[in-house]
């Protein structure tokens, strides 16, 4: 069976209701951090350096917080840089993740990669596919690093027709 064809067996419905339904939790649950911590404003060199001393939940809320309402989310490189951090520390889920990525207006292949990679090395590689079919369908070109990725979750649920068929 083709991959494309595999692709298209994969259910979107409930993956485009949480993409959009996530935007507005994020939105609401930053509210509460918001109120209880200063608004400082944020570039690109603040936010390495807190992410670079950040050890708690609280602190990684607080940066989020101030990118969202500083408007610094938009930044697809700072975005990046969160997401990079959410997903490579154990301390904040995986849903999170993708909370943050829906949050992210212009978000880019390296995002989605990041994403699909973090599904993959904390065993769920079975979320990895329809995040998969999602960036094609909001026309994001896979790059050199997305195909691994796959190939490896296909790999790991034993989707071998599925993995051989996939575009290189």
Request: hydrophobic share 40%; net charge positive; proline share 4%.
């Amino acid at each position: 069976m083709p991959f494309h064809d595999f692709l298209n067996r994969i259910s979107l419905k409930g993956v485009q209701h949480s993409y959009t339904m996530e935007r507005k939790l994020v939105s609401s649950s930053l509210k509460s951090v918001i109120a209880r911590n200063p608004i400082v404003s944020i570039n690109l060199s603040i936010l390495e350096e807190r992410l670079w001393k950040c050890q708690k939940l609280k602190d990684f809320l607080q940066i989020h917080a101030q990118m969202t309402v500083s408007g610094f989310i938009n930044d697809s490189f700072a975005a990046s840089r969160l997401l990079s951090f959410c997903t490579g520390f154990h301390f904040l889920a995986l849903d999170y993740s993708r909370q943050l990525l829906n949050q992210i207006e212009n978000s880019n292949t390296f995002s989605w990669n990041t994403i699909m990679r973090a599904y993959v090395r904390r065993n769920v590689p079975q979320c990895c596919l329809p995040l998969y079919k999602l960036m094609l369908k909001c026309d994001l070109v896979p790059d050199n690093y997305s195909h691994p990725i796959v190939l490896q979750a296909c790999s790991l649920r034993f989707c071998v027709v599925e993995g051989c068929s996939i575009p290189v």
